[in-house]
């Protein structure tokens, strides 16, 4: 099945048709040749249109159903993966995934905002929008794995955290404050990836680490832009240029001081070959790994709360004295 | 024809006005039930209607007044001007949205943090501003906000934080969303060495501030029918597309849910502070008689 496109990319698409048209033709003489000179032009056009995504074409591009979500990293990335599920208070929320595994020789904790692939899945996945309990079974495992000194790996990757009754009736804001709060206690290094979305709230639920890498296609923002839009124009339609506005690109949250490292994606997105983008995802996270497990608990604490007390930006005048 | 004929008819003017001069602002509509009584009883009776019970808006220095003991307050050196990061334009520059703000409420940004008394005991205080951009979170909020809890670390002071907020400030983008991490790491600390802090929610308390400091209080108390909830209403009502129950997400709904531990009037929310004082924090109030004795 060919992988849905966006209108961005039709000039890739048209090429890629007349290439396959050529190719059916191959035995004519003289089709080789036009055939090389079209495949030419289609790598520079690709170059041409990835290396210039605006920002509301890189959340079209992170939101693409095909691209790979939590649970393909972590089958591909982690052996003996062992899934473990349930907050112990009221269910198991389908849409984080949580357990355990070895990366090389590292046994970890994993957690995974998981959306589906199709229709269905997205629906008992239910698009990989978080409850409460999904939050509190979250910090269930996390807390496992501080206890048995298991450092934990985040795949963040949601449109937000649901916004429905039963979510407000079981403490969403609870469950996340919480969540946020408690990581700064956590004994055991926190690694974060954000690989699509990380959207708000429903992210910094799970989002609190000690590195924080990030795909080159993913965002990351206070705001979806749509909800951004329908705010301040009321209109919805303008979400192209409330994610110009917001800065929520990888390169714009590293000047930011809010991310670590961006994770390199293949030409035209992790879904265009996914399992280079493992390969890659997969050296990333055990080189940062190495780092951080050397680092003895109550250092990495320590560390952690200075990374986020510096963050955010504004001016201030010293008492003079 | 002369059925047809113009009728005669007198033009009538009106009498000379005599109304009553009333100067504007004497009285006050109660925007919920519509009683109508002087603006001054109005104040006196803490901005909450004597026949419905409606809690109407408190601007932070009128809270500070009618919360903590009288001229005991004092705020913070003001010296944290809120800045432009992200360079937002919308439907106008947010740096020129921050100075209308600033006029409007004489405020730089959307909190006053300082020191006061409660019933004597001394405590570190926050409170919001709502007319500042809807009390919105950026980062000057999130760095006073935390810089109290710092302070109330250092001096061991119990910390009381008023909250009426929208939560996190759109202008400021992701850096607003880390102002959540930084004032709930700083709480991480404050439980850690045992000091108390007490939420009070106000109309409204949504979104990013609820999803932080706001739910982390040792005890949380709101006030009546206040908003209170992680996503806003209308976002979900347009999720799930059905009417939302009465009384969602209101102070006394969430009580009920378990996520609020006390919702009481505004008359009694000054006693019911100094009490829990009392039971986390004796040691704040002698620490003020010894002083004063010293002096």
Request: net charge neutral; charged share 25%; proline share 5%.
């Amino acid at each position: 099945m060919a992988l849905a496109t966006f209108d961005f990319e039709k000039p890739i698409v048209e090429l890629e048709r007349e290439i396959s048209d050529l190719l059916s033709r191959e035995n004519e003489p003289g089709i080789s040749r036009k055939i090389k000179a079209l495949e030419q032009k289609l790598e520079k056009t690709k170059i041409d249109i990835y290396s210039k995504l605006t920002p509301w074409q890189r959340v079209q591009v992170a939101r693409h159903m095909a691209r790979p979500h939590s649970l393909d990293y972590i089958q591909s990335i982690f052996t003996e993966w062992t899934e473990i599920h349930g907050d112990r208070c009221f269910a198991d929320d389908m849409a984080v995934v949580t357990g355990f595994g070895n990366i090389g020789n590292q046994s970890v904790t994993v957690i995974g905002q998981q959306k589906g692939k199709d229709t269905k899945e997205n629906l008992a996945r239910n698009f990989g929008m978080m409850h409460p309990e999904g939050y509190r079974k979250a910090m269930r495992v996390m807390r496992i794995g501080e206890r048995f000194n298991l450092p934990i790996i985040i795949f963040i990757d949601t449109p937000g955290a649901y916004p429905g009754i039963g979510a407000e009736e079981r403490g969403q804001a609870e469950a996340i404050a919480r969540n946020i709060r408690d990581m700064f206690t956590l004994s055991v290094p926190i690694l974060i990836i954000i690989i699509g979305e990380g959207a708000s709230g429903g992210a910094l639920g799970i989002g609190v680490g000690d590195y924080i890498l990030m795909m080159e296609n993913a965002w990351y923002c206070v705001i979806s832009p749509e909800g951004c839009a329908s705010i301040l124009w009321r209109d919805r339609a303008m979400a192209a240029r409330s994610a110009e506005a917001l800065k929520l690109t990888p390169p714009d949250l590293l000047k930011l001081g809010v991310i670590d490292e961006i994770v390199p994606e293949p030409l035209g997105g992790a879904h265009r070959d996914p399992v280079s983008s493992f390969q890659t995802v997969r050296s990333a996270l055990e080189k940062r790994l190495q780092e951080l497990v050397k680092i003895p608990g109550d250092v990495l604490i320590e560390r952690r709360a200075q990374k986020y007390r510096k963050m955010g930006v504004f001016l201030e005048n010293k008492p003079e004295k | 024809m002369t059925w047809f004929r113009k009728r005669k008819y007198t033009v009538l003017k009106p009498t000379e006005k005599k109304r009553v001069d009333i100067p504007d602002g004497l009285w006050h509509k109660c925007q919920q039930c519509l009683h109508i009584l002087l603006a001054r009883d109005y104040e006196k009776n803490l901005w909450v209607c004597p026949k419905c019970n409606f809690h109407d808006r408190v601007s932070g220095w009128d809270r500070i007044g009618i919360t903590f003991d009288p001229e005991s307050f004092i705020a913070d050196e003001d010296i944290l001007d809120p800045t432009d990061p992200l360079e937002f334009f919308d439907t106008m520059n947010y740096m020129d949205r921050l100075v209308s703000y600033q006029k409007k409420t004489g405020l730089k940004d959307a909190v006053i943090t300082g020191i006061a008394k409660c019933g004597g005991y001394k405590v570190v205080a926050g409170v919001m501003e709502f007319n500042f951009a809807g009390g919105s979170m950026g980062s000057v909020v999130g760095e006073k906000i935390t810089r109290a809890f710092e302070r109330s670390l250092k001096e061991r002071l119990p910390i009381v934080i008023i909250c009426a907020s929208g939560g996190a400030r759109m202008q400021e983008g992701i850096l607003s969303l880390m102002q959540m991490a930084k004032t709930s790491m700083a709480i991480a600390r404050l439980n850690e060495a045992k000091i108390p802090y007490i939420t009070v929610l106000t109309h409204p308390t949504t979104a990013g501030v609820m999803a932080s400091y706001a739910s982390l209080g040792d005890v949380i108390i709101a006030e009546p029918n206040a908003l209170i909830g992680f996503a806003g209403p209308r976002v979900i009502q347009q999720t799930i597309n059905q009417i939302l129950p009465k009384g969602f997400q209101r102070s006394e709904f969430v009580r009920d849910h378990g996520f609020i531990d006390i919702v009481t009037n505004r008359k009694d929310l000054r006693n019911t502070m100094i009490n829990l004082l009392s039971f986390f924090a004796p040691w704040a109030r002698e620490k003020e008689e010894v002083s004063s004795q010293s002096q």
